[in-house]
């Protein structure tokens, strides 16, 4: 059962709660993969999407699970609201409140924007991402895809490689990943390893060492958008650093997990043969998104109830 009203970080999730989500969330991925077996559990509920920035994979995905479930869902298309006429967040949430809205889904790129709606609405508020603070969703299929093959987190060496300081994927992950009992080490530039050291997290400047004996080895976009400058010397230089390619990973377990958020910049974060490898489950993460957001919505909506 999810303690709050709404789903806003893993910082606050129990670990309890996170693997509640999961159990859920494998009973969803049988839905996915036989759509004869999806119930119409949330008929009467209305999910509405506020992206204030781009997505593929998590916008898609939610609205997919809200109808794989029965919900309506309506995207407020931010492009063309009245957001564009000046109102404000609070203003936007109270008035779909008044429509009888049961779930928000925001992404925004300001830390808290988020925490705030949740604050001013009846409605269920679920992050999709804020700023460079935290990603919930997209850490719990993440551990739901780690858990799928590894199948326990005690002791589990993962790497997270990349623009660790501008990453809301990397601190929910920190967040998540420390609280079932894996070891996380976030290498980078050292321009880019800002704040998570601060939480006790073993960091370094050098992807070899990241990856040396690594069970998983996750890397992340370079966050443009988020950098007032830019923090390394050009990307040729990134990619030559910090960059994963087949001969790093060889360093790595021979079964280590090759995952990623995407968007995947190809040839930067990643060789094409890291991302397209065997240990690759780029892809398979998609899917695992897919059945996390299923099960979010199913135990917000009916209080817990295992499927
Ligand atoms: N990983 C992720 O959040 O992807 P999108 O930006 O496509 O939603």
Do not use: C
Not at 255 to 272: A, Q, S, W, Y
């Amino acid at each position: 059962m999810l303690k709050h009203k709404d789903v806003l970080g893993l910082r606050e999730m129990s670990k309890e709660e996170i693997l509640e989500i999961l159990d859920v969330a494998q009973e969803m991925k049988k839905r996915i993969d036989n759509p004869k077996l999806r119930v119409d559990e949330l008929k009467h509920t209305t999910v509405v999407t506020l992206f204030y920035e781009n997505s593929t994979r998590t916008k898609t995905s939610f609205s997919l699970a809200g109808k794989y479930l029965g919900a309506t869902v309506q995207d407020l298309g931010i492009a063309t609201s009245s957001v564009n006429k000046g109102e404000s967040l609070i203003d936007t949430g109270k008035t779909l409140d008044q429509m009888g809205v049961h779930v928000m889904i925001m992404r925004n790129s300001l830390t808290g924007a988020p925490h705030v709606l949740a604050r001013n609405v009846d409605a269920h508020v679920i992050n999709a991402g804020d700023g460079a603070n935290e990603h919930p969703t997209q850490a719990l299929l993440d551990l739901y895809t780690i858990r799928d093959y590894k199948k326990n987190f005690e002791g589990l060496k993962v790497a997270i490689i990349g623009d660790i300081s501008h990453s809301r994927v990397a601190r929910s992950n920190v967040f998540g990943l420390s609280k079932l009992g894996a070891e996380v080490t976030l290498a980078g530039p050292s321009t880019m390893l800002g704040g998570l050291g601060k939480l006790g997290i073993k960091t370094t400047s050098s992807i070899k060492e990241a990856v040396t004996d690594a069970d998983v080895v996750m890397g992340l976009r370079i966050q443009f958008e988020r950098q007032k400058t830019i923090s390394f010397p050009g990307l040729e230089e990134y990619r030559q650093l910090f960059g994963v390619s087949g001969e790093i990973l060889k360093y790595a377990k021979k079964d280590v997990l090759v995952m990623h958020p995407g968007p995947v910049n190809r040839g930067i974060e990643f060789t094409t043969d890291v991302v397209d490898g065997r240990n690759s489950v780029i892809n398979i993460q998609v899917k695992n998104g897919l059945a996390v957001r299923m099960a979010i919505l199913k135990l917000l909506m009916t209080g817990g109830s295992k499927a």
